[in-house]
């Protein structure tokens, strides 16, 4: 291939790295302080379609589902407007009832994933306007949907995706934004939205700086077999993805959960071999994530948290913890996931995996 490595050891290091860039990348040229507002050049809807969007179907497969469900919960939150998310492979075959006024979004970062294009065939044919959210421009997903946002996130070869991951994030906010602001969202808390992005990749470039201390805290664990990830709210999706990274490069069996769902069925594999990754910034449910941090410390399970730097509360209750810079809320699953990157590339490496070229893995998934 082609790209250079720049002296990284893999490429999926090189593109955890790559991150600040490319999530400046992913909002460049699309925020618009005037308005307090997003802009896209590529939805090729008229302004009439757009304030008329009355639901939202967002579709995709592996790590760009959970980007979506990401999205979901801003686009919930910030534009009051209802989301589903929707495994490509069930969409298709599912036939949900939709209206008119329903906007699909593909997420996908290679645009040929075969089941997220035969979910968007389905849907243009039942008459429904389909936009793609894809990093690799021209790709077949791209060019079939009737309009789209790319992310800018330059060639991603790491089979486990890292920054196409973090650029979907940073898109899916630029659209709760946009549709926040196409309805009750005001001048000010839109302005306050934007403000809040142009820090990102400041803050992502902080996260960057846990690697060494990832990288202890993967020795200690990576003989492993067995990891739950938990989280809540925002980073519920984001405990998904970091049991996916782990699962795709390290093979050790990860569960993501809801933190609070973990005791209807989860904790009964807790013991002193099972770590618990929790991601436990401050936020709403911090005080409930807490609880359920107790429950397994009572119950002999290791724990590993993500917490917010000025955090110290966490501390004395895990075994080990990971500070990252606090941001707002619904941007807690971009910086967070940094160090998750990160714990699961070493675990990998100190377990001997090929982390670039996982086995029985394909960075695009061409058959159904
Ligand atoms: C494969 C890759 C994953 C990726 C998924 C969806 O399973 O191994 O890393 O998340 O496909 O790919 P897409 O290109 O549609 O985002």
């Excluded at 699309?30 to 302004?47: C, I």
Aim: charged letters at 25%; glycine letters at 6%; a negative charge.
């Amino acid at each position: 291939t082609e790209v250079d490595l720049n002296g990284f050891p893999h490429y999926m290091l090189k593109e955890i790295y790559e991150q600040p860039e490319t999530v400046r990348n992913a909002m460049r040229g699309r925020l618009d302080k005037d308005s307090a507002t997003a802009v896209f050049g590529g939805l090729n809807l008229t302004p009439n379609q757009l304030q008329s969007v009355k639901r939202m179907v967002l579709t995709a497969c592996g790590t760009s589902w959970h980007a979506a469900l990401v999205g979901e919960y801003m686009i919930e939150t910030l534009a009051r407007i209802p989301v589903e998310v929707e495994y490509a492979s069930e969409l298709r075959y599912r036939n949900p009832p939709l209206d008119d006024q329903t906007l699909l979004f593909a997420l996908t970062q290679s645009g040929e994933t075969i089941d997220t294009l035969a979910a968007l065939r389905e849907m243009k044919r039942k008459g429904h306007p389909t936009m793609s959210i894809c990093n690799v421009v021209g790709s077949t997903i791209a060019r079939e949907a009737d309009g789209g946002i790319y992310l800018h996130a330059g060639q991603e070869i790491g089979v486990a995706s890292t920054k196409a991951f973090t650029a979907q994030c940073v898109v899916m906010s630029l659209l709760a934004l946009y549709f926040g602001r196409l309805h009750h969202l005001s001048y000010e808390s839109g302005l306050r939205i934007i403000e809040e992005l142009e820090r990102l990749p400041d803050q992502v470039e902080r996260a960057l700086e846990t690697n060494s201390h990832a990288r202890r805290i993967a020795e200690k664990y990576a003989n492993c077999n067995n990891f739950l990830y938990l989280g809540r709210q925002y980073n519920f999706p984001t405990a998904l993805e970091g049991a996916l990274k782990l699962k795709e490069i390290s093979y050790i069996h990860a569960e993501g959960y809801p933190a609070a769902e973990m005791k209807h069925g989860p904790i009964a594999l807790v013991d002193e071999n099972t770590p618990s990754v929790f991601i436990v910034p401050q936020g709403a449910v911090y005080d409930k994530v807490l609880a359920n941090i107790e429950e397994i410390k009572a119950r002999r399970g290791p724990v590993i948290a993500i917490v917010d730097d000025d955090d110290s509360r966490v501390a004395e209750l895990a075994d080990d913890v990971i500070h990252i810079p606090p941001v707002t809320d619904f941007l807690q699953p971009i910086v967070a996931s940094v160090p998750l990157q990160l714990l699961a590339y070493h675990i990998a490496i100190a377990r001997g995996c090929d982390v670039d070229k996982p086995r029985n893995l394909a960075k695009s998934v061409t058959v159904e």
